[in-house]
Antibody
Framework: EVQLAESGGGLVKPGGSLRLSCAAS????????MNWVRQAPGKGLEWVSS????????YYADSLKGRITISRDPAKNSLYLQMNSLKAEDTAVYYC???????????????WGRGTLVTVSS | SSELTQDPAVSVALGQTVSITCQGD??????ANWYQQKPGQAPVLVMY???KRPSGIPDRFSGSSSGDTASLTITGAQAEHEADYYC???????????FGGGTKLTVL
């Protein structure tokens, strides 16, 4: 089955760190650009970061740049998000999403995980 | 970066047709995509690219675009279509992504 499964969320104190993981299965993980998207409680979706299949292209949302690092391990079919200096406003469900580009000039998120909840609170 | 604007809430009578719109400068360059999200669930892609539906999405969902505005239309809305709908696209730089604020669709 084609799926993504996030893990690593939890309760962390302000200023703390957390590493999220996303396990991919059922498709050729190494062929796709992958993204993280978050959703604060009761709020809308917010794009966080993307990493290309070759890791040559990495982008971060301006609001998080400098505090997060995206990475991937093709051997483990896994995507990661290292988050540092966490703030209360980082509290959200974090989703990993596969980016598809077929047909040409189309870019979209066609596969999402169920998300993992990060709560930043003292 | 750029922004995408959606109406916060839209309602439709059962069985009627409803359109949800998304406006932003990036849509002059990039196609809008649409996601449906029900409470407690992950978003699901319902429309992408040049008005294409993913496998499994019924043809009562359709899309259109003109200039800086894209629309998602549901023909014959049913109770199961009640959800939050988000548009997104690449931003004007082409390197980042933007989401609309979401539209809460209520089926009356």
């Amino acid at each position: 089955e084609v799926q993504l499964a996030e893990s690593g969320g939890g309760l962390v104190k302000p200023g703390g760190s957390l590493r999220l993981s996303c396990a991919a299965s059922g498709f050729t993980f190494s062929s796709y650009t992958m993204n993280w998207v978050r959703q604060a409680p009761g709020k809308g979706l917010e794009w966080v970061s993307s990493i290309s299949s070759s890791t040559s292209y990495i982008y971060y949302a301006d609001s998080l740049k400098g505090r997060i690092t995206i990475s991937r391990d093709p051997a483990k079919n896994s995507l990661y998000l290292q988050m540092n200096s966490l703030k209360a406003e980082d509290t959200a469900v974090y989703y990993c999403a596969r980016e598809n580009t077929e047909p040409a000039r189309s870019w979209y998120f066609d596969l999402w995980g169920r998300g993992t909840l990060v709560t930043v609170s003292s | 970066s750029s922004e995408l604007t959606q109406d916060p809430a839209v309602s439709v009578a059962l069985g009627q047709t409803v359109s949800i719109t998304c406006q932003g400068d990036s849509l002059r360059t990039y196609y809008a995509n649409w996601y449906q999200q029900k409470p407690g669930q992950a978003p699901v892609l319902v429309m992408y690219g040049q008005n294409k539906r993913p496998s499994g999405i019924p043809d009562r969902f359709s899309g259109s675009s003109s200039g800086d505005t894209a629309s998602l239309t549901i023909t014959g809305a049913q109770a199961e279509h009640e959800a939050d709908y988000y548009c997104n696209s690449r931003d004007s730089s082409g390197n980042h992504w933007v989401f609309g604020g979401g539209t809460k669709l209520t089926v009356l």
